[in-house]
């Protein structure tokens, strides 16, 4: 089992940054993918991007290519989203996850095995 808890949302102007982190414990970070996923109100939880277990790829939705930096210490057991640039769009609920079946940038949430409690991202115009 593998346990995450998400921090760094909150409120930001856009055009601001903010950086989330996500921690795990339970078992070694290393050996997982992670992603970061987002929903917003009456949207359902959308892709955002992903990282290898051991960080060598990341893969990016194109709304957030160029913005967005996915990145993890697994020395440390977390993973970041460095979030630059920010639109009033990206507004949500962001979560972050480990494990998927498969490909390591699958989109379908369903193909993740574990999840945060998510952090809410607001960003004002």
């Known amino acids: 089992q593998v346990q995450l808890v998400e921090s760094g949302g909150g409120l930001v102007q856009a055009g601001g940054s903010v950086r989330l982190s996500c921690a795990a414990s339970g078992r070694a970070l290393y050996i997982y993918p992670m992603a970061w996923f987002r929903q917003a109100p009456g949207k359902e939880r959308e892709f955002v991007a992903a990282i290898t277990s051991s960080g060598a790829s990341t893969s990016y939705a194109d709304s957030v290519k160029g913005r967005f930096t996915i990145s993890r210490d697994n020395a440390k057991n977390t993973v970041y989203l460095q979030m630059n640039s920010l639109k009033t769009e990206d507004t949500a609920v962001y979560y972050c996850?480990?494990?998927?079946?498969?490909?390591?940038?699958?989109?379908?949430?369903?193909?993740?095995?574990?999840w945060g409690q998510g952090t809410q991202v607001t960003v004002s115009s």
């Open positions: 996850a480990a494990g998927p079946k498969g490909y390591y940038a699958n989109t379908n949430p369903a193909y993740w095995d574990y």
